[in-house]
């Protein structure tokens, strides 16, 4: 092999060092000239060299470094997937100001989800359980089983003989979790696990609080809260009664509820109810300042949508129907001493509620309201009424009107009439196969719906819907007929709920077209002559007198 030579000065050439050349740094080699007996190849072993040694001693590295270091295991991947599996169980919301982060079910001792214990499918047997399902968007709810003990001081529970390893919980129990605004007003419960051998005969022993109201076992305790919306009749159901009634039905009476942000009217208006859930007194969480020791407590409620018990979460199969037969118990004119002795009735399918005279006529209320979603033409309204068959009687509830003297007007009522709003909510008290016809103005489609057109449909009521014209809305006087606000609500919708309200639920009046309200009257007409027992009776009675003639 020939190389190029170059001209240049000569100069003496130095004798390599293959030793020393790839540990320090080098004189300039002088340029390469052909030697007898392969001198240019030794300058290019002494390359070799270095090179070689960098090679031994990377893979004399690599064999002391510990595989596990190197190579994802089959259990480090489960656990990966098992991390990402636990991200998905998370639900969508973010993290709020309320410290109510959405996270997975948690699971007990026994590897049971939390949602087996509060629905009292784990059995009896395990004690020192703390756990907490927040997988529901509405609400958070945690299950305290041992020796639970309240601290009112503190707004706390404590739990003795938690497990260990057991954190604190911190819950707001109220069912509008996906609301920062409404729940950074809601009192928080701080449940602490204290750990250590339970012992149930200790008696409280000297590290624990002492025990002034000692609740008989076997008698768990719901927490929940009656601020919020509380006030507003439709939340008063939907946030609180029902869901209450969905956790706490299942133990037949032996509970006891404390509450937060006790109101004494609440207990007033809705002791008829409460008196069919719980055979004992209400504890007031704030300023009861008692020690208040179960065996057993949940904090949190249930709740499964708007206006809705559904019999495939229950874990008896109760449904809507058990809940409105509760009501017609707790507000009938029965004896309240004997109220709690019998179980509830559901509700006649839809008998009348009076003798079925040749000249009598349906009645149907109307529901008014006074400040927004006015009915302008309301006399109008009720000679529409009239002229459909029916004996209407209109119904101004004021927030003093007792709920038994609603009930009893709706009990006996086949039909009721009401712009959407709180007071539709009372179609509750309603007899199955009535008649709910409801005013939808503009923008409130879904709303109405929702809230409480599929409730009534699972009550067995037969709802109708009147939806308001864009002419027959005050909007239309206030922004034109062909403004966006009237002739596309999404828009205004898009901006979110308090938007939506403030311009379609808070600024709207209505007037209803007569002639095609009136149409709308006489299907809800032909509908009660065709399910009613006197409208049965009848065709009876005529088949009967027609077989004779032909006789």
Known sequence: ????????????????????????????????????????????????????????????????????SLVVTTADSERVERREDLEALKTHLPSNQNSLKAREETRSVASLPCSAFINGEAGQGEEGVLCCDRSHYR??????????????????????????????????????????????????????????????????????????????????????????????????????LIPLFITAQRFAGEVVFVVLEYHYWWLGRYGAVLERLTNHKVVDFRYDRRVHCFDEMIVGLRIHGELVVDPKLMPNGKGIKDFQALLHQGYSRMPSSSSTSHAPVPLPLAPPSRPCPRSAKPKLLIFIRKQNRVLLNLPHVVTACRRAGFAPHVMNLRRQTPLPA???????????????????????????????????????????????????????????????????????????????????????????????????????????????????????RQHLKNSTACAKGTSAALRKRRGIKEG
């Open 1 to 68: 092999m020939q190389l190029p030579q170059q001209h240049h000065k000569p100069s003496k050439p130095s004798t390599p060092s293959c030793c020393s050349s790839w540990i320090r740094r080098s004189p300039p080699p002088s340029p390469p000239h052909k030697k007898p007996g392969g001198g240019w190849r030794s300058r290019y072993v002494c390359r070799l060299v270095p090179l070689l040694v960098l090679t031994v001693y990377s893979v004399f590295t690599v064999l002391h470094i510990p595989s596990s």
């Open 139 to 240: 609400s958070d709810v945690c299950y305290l089983r041992g020796d639970v003990r309240t601290d009112p001081s503190t707004s706390s529970v404590l739990l003795y003989g938690a497990p260990r390893g057991s954190a604190p919980e911190k819950v707001r129990p109220y069912t509008r979790k996906f609301e920062d605004s409404i729940m950074s007003t809601i009192d928080e419960v701080t449940i602490l696990p204290v750990p250590g051998a339970y012992n149930a005969s200790a008696g409280g022993g000297s590290l624990r609080r002492r025990c002034d109201v000692r609740h008989p076992r076997g008698v768990p305790a719901v927490v929940f809260s009656t601020g919020g919306y509380t006030g507003n009749v439709y939340h008063e159901f939907s946030d609180g």
């Open 406 to 524: 609603i009930h009893t007007a709706l009990a006996s009522a086949d039909a009721m009439v009401a712009v959407h709003g709180a007071a539709v909510t009372h179609f509750l008290f309603m007899r199955s196969g009535s008649v709910l016809l409801q005013i939808v103005p503009v923008g409130l489609d879904w709303a109405a719906d929702a809230f409480y057109g599929k409730p009534a449909q699972q009550l067995g009521l037969e709802y109708l819907e009147y939806k308001v014209a864009p002419e027959e809305s005050s909007l239309a006087a206030e922004y034109g007929l062909n403004s966006t606000v009237v002739q596309d609500p999404s828009v205004i919708s898009s901006r979110g709920w308090w938007e939506m309200k403030k311009v379609y639920m808070d600024r709207q009046n209505v007037t209803v077209n007569i002639k095609r309200f009136g149409e709308l009257l006489r299907t809800a």
